[in-house]
T-cell receptor, first 118, second 114 residues
Framework: GAVVSQHPSWVICKSGTSVKIECRSL??????MFWYRQFPKQSLMLMAT?????????EQGVEKDKFLINHASLTLSTLTVTSAHPEDSSFYIC??????????????FGPGTRLTVL | KNQVEQSPQSLIILEGKNCTLQ??????????LRWYKQDTGRGPVSLTI?????NTKSNGRYTATLDADTKQSSLHITASQLSDSASYIC?????????????FGKGTTLSVSS
C-alpha cells in the first residue's frame, strides 16, 4: 500500500527558532497533502491542505505566516513552524491523497513528528 | 453541526477478552466511515471503511458495524492482544459540493493488560 514518511520523527528546539518538518510520499504521486496537529488526548485537527504547485489553504484560526507550507513536488511537502513557542509543542501529522484514488476521503497518514519547544 | 462522538473515552481490558467501541455521528451528507488505529506516537492506520450500504466489515479480529439509520457505528475487537493497546479513532467522510472533508472523533484509548 501507499506509504507516507515524515522527518524528523521528533525534534526539540528553543523558543524563537524555526523548525522544518518534511512529509514524503514514497512511490506514489500525492496530488494533495494535508497537515494535522494533535494535542494529547485530542483528535487530529486539520491545519491546512496543499495541492502540488499551488498555495496551501489554511483552516480558520491557523496562522499561515507562522506555519509555512510548501508543496513543491508530487512527493514532498514541508511544514515550517516559524518562531516556535512552547504552545506550538504538539504532534504534527501529514497525510497524502494520491492520484487515482477513487474512494472519497482516502488519505494515507505519515508516522507523525513530535515537536517540543523549550 | 457535523460531529463524531466516541465512547468510552478510555477502556482497560484483560488480554484475551473482547471489547466494543462506539461511535455516533451527525455528519451530513455522509460518504463513508472509517475506523483507524493509532499507536502512541504514530500516525493513524486504517482498519475498516464502510459506505452507506454496508452493515459490517471485518479485518482479522476487528469487526466494524454501521447503522446508517441511527448514525451509529461500533468496532468490536475479539480476543484482544497486548498489541491492541492504542487509540481507536472513528472518522466520517463528509461529501459536499466543496469536496470531501474528514470529521474525526476524539478516539477511544484502549489498554490491554496481561
Amino acid at each position: 500500500g501507499a506509504v507516507v514518511s515524515q522527518h524528523p520523527s521528533w525534534v526539540i528546539c528553543k523558543s524563537g527558532t524555526s523548525v522544518k518538518i518534511e512529509c514524503r510520499s514514497l512511490d506514489f504521486q500525492a496530488t494533495t497533502m494535508f497537515w494535522y496537529r494533535q494535542f494529547p488526548k485530542q483528535s487530529l485537527m486539520l491545519m491546512a491542505t496543499s495541492n502540488e504547485g499551488s498555495k496551501a489553504t489554511y483552516e480558520q484560526g491557523v496562522e499561515k505566516d507562522k506555519f509555512l507550507i510548501n508543496h513543491a513536488s508530487l512527493t514532498l511537502s514541508t511544514l515550517t513552524v516559524t518562531s516556535a513557542h512552547p504552545e506550538d509543542s504538539s504532534f504534527y501529522i501529514c497525510s497524502a491523497r494520491f492520484r487515482g484514488t477513487s474512494v472519497p476521503g482516502t488519505q494515507y497518514f505519515g508516522p507523525g513528528t513530535r515537536l517540543t519547544v523549550l | 453541526k457535523n460531529q463524531v462522538e466516541q465512547s468510552p473515552q478510555s477502556l482497560i481490558i484483560l488480554e484475551g477478552k473482547n471489547c466494543t467501541l462506539q461511535c455516533n455521528y451527525t455528519v451530513s451528507p455522509f460518504s463513508n466511515l472509517r475506523w483507524y488505529k493509532q499507536d502512541t506516537g504514530r500516525g493513524p492506520v486504517s482498519l475498516t471503511i464502510m459506505t452507506f450500504s454496508e452493515n459490517t466489515k471485518s479485518n482479522g479480529r476487528y469487526t466494524a458495524t454501521l447503522d446508517a439509520d441511527t448514525k451509529q457505528s461500533s468496532l468490536h475487537i475479539t480476543a484482544s492482544q497486548l498489541s491492541d493497546s492504542a487509540s481507536y479513532i472513528c472518522v466520517v467522510t463528509l461529501a459536499n459540493q466543496a469536496g470531501t472533508a474528514l470529521i474525526f472523533g476524539k478516539g477511544t484509548t484502549l489498554s490491554v493488560s496481561s
